[in-house]
Structure formats: C-alpha cells, structure tokens
C-alpha cells in the first residue's frame, strides 16, 4: 500500500542504547522529516533531507543521527539514549518546492521510551 | 529568537464558527503558513496552506493580514468530530517551527 509507514510502532529501551527508528515512503517524495512530540506539547524538527544524501538539522538535532541513502527510506538513529529522548517520533515527507511550501504526510508515530 | 504562538485551548459548539489565531514573528519572505489537524494517537493532517491574503478550500479558510506576522485559521459550523489540537506551521529561513497547538473542544 502507498503511504508512509514507521517501525517499530513502539520501544522500550535503556539509557546508553542505540536506537534506530525507520521511516518508510511509496511516494517518492523528496523532502523527508523527523519530528519530537512530548507529551502535552507540540512538534519539534530533529532533522530534515532534501534529497538522498542531503541532511539537514532542524531544532533539535543534538543525539540523534539520520541518514538517506535511498529516496524512499530515512532512518533515525539515537546513538546514545537518554531518558530525555522519550518521546513520539513522527517521520513526514513532502514533495519539492521548499521545506514549508507544501503539505507535509506524516506516519503513525513511534512511541519510545527510555528508562 | 523565532517562535509561533496560539492559544492554549478554545472551546465552541456544534454549528458555530471557530477562529484560531497563530502569531509569527520574523517569517521569512517567502515561507507559507501550514495548518495541521492531530486526533489523539496519530500524526498531524494537512488542513490548508497559505501566504498571503485569504485562502478557502472545502473545509477551511485561512486569512493572512499584509505584514504576514499573523494568520487566522477558520473553521466554519464546526462537528464534534472537529475536536483535536490544531497546529499552524511557518518556514523560518531553514527551521520549520511548528506552533504550540491549540486544543479546540466541541460540545453538542
């Protein structure tokens, strides 16, 4: 099926892990996105791609880690945990045109918790 | 320092009218204003998309004044399946800064 999928949906894990959270899209979009959603509050960019092999920070960058070597797949990766890292993590992906000048499609979300 | 600004929560009922205000400060010339719909457990939806002026589609209206430091997000006769948190997204040069949300309740 077309859309946007993520995995795992939820993870535990401990402090001092590594944790990779996958983001999946059938569109073939360009831009792709990583997104923070503590409880009660609203959404904060991680990190951001253009393109395959582009990256860029957003607000939040510093303990995490992407890469996009394919168009469709962008991971994110905690390389160290922490349990100020617990959170839902929303991937999107727009098409191009700028990275606030279209719609953005965001998945399901990935709960993750820290202890 | 750049931040996006709404209200807390707003509380309306069926059949009225909502309006939902977003303050920006420093916008970039040429970034749009988002407004993004979240239901409890699910990511955000794309409700509609501005830059200046006012825009309509089928089930909202956005109105952006001429210096671009605000927008207003309007939902005409609102259903209780309207109740969620509501989120204006604005470009600043290379930062995407999504709004505090604003959690709007629908009573019958």
């Known amino acids: 099926d077309a859309g946007i999928t993520q995995s795992p949906r939820y993870k535990i894990t401990e402090t001092g892990r590594q944790v990779t959270l996958m983001c999946h899209q059938t569109?073939?979009?360009?831009?792709m996105f990583w997104y923070r959603q503590d409880l009660g509050h609203g959404l904060r960019l991680i990190y951001y791609s253009a393109a395959a092999d582009i990256t860029d920070k957003g607000e939040v960058p510093d303990g995490y880690v992407v890469s996009r070597s394919k168009t469709e797949n962008f991971p994110l990766t905690l390389e160290s945990a922490t349990r100020s890292q617990t959170s839902v993590y929303f991937c999107?992906?727009?098409?191009?045109?700028?990275?606030?000048?279209?719609?953005?499609?965001f998945g399901p979300g990935t709960r993750l918790t820290v202890l | 320092l750049a931040k996006t600004t709404q209200p807390v929560s707003m509380d309306s009922y069926e059949g009225q009218e909502v309006n939902i205000t977003c303050s920006h400060n420093?916008?970039?010339?040429?970034?749009?204003i988002t407004w993004y719909q979240q239901f409890p457990s699910q990511g955000p939806r794309f409700i509609i998309q501005g830059y200046k002026t006012k825009v309509t589609n089928e089930v909202a209206s956005l109105f952006i004044p001429a210096d671009r430091k605000s927008s207003t997000l309007s939902l005409p006769r609102v259903s209780l399946s309207d109740t969620a948190v509501y989120y204006c997204l604005v470009g600043y040069t290379d930062k995407l800064i999504f709004g505090t949300g604003t959690r709007l309740q629908v009573f019958p």
């Open positions: 999107a992906s727009s098409e191009p045109g700028g990275a606030s000048s279209n719609e953005q499609f």
């Open positions: 569109w073939s979009h360009s831009y």
């Open positions: 420093n916008i970039a010339t040429n970034d749009y």
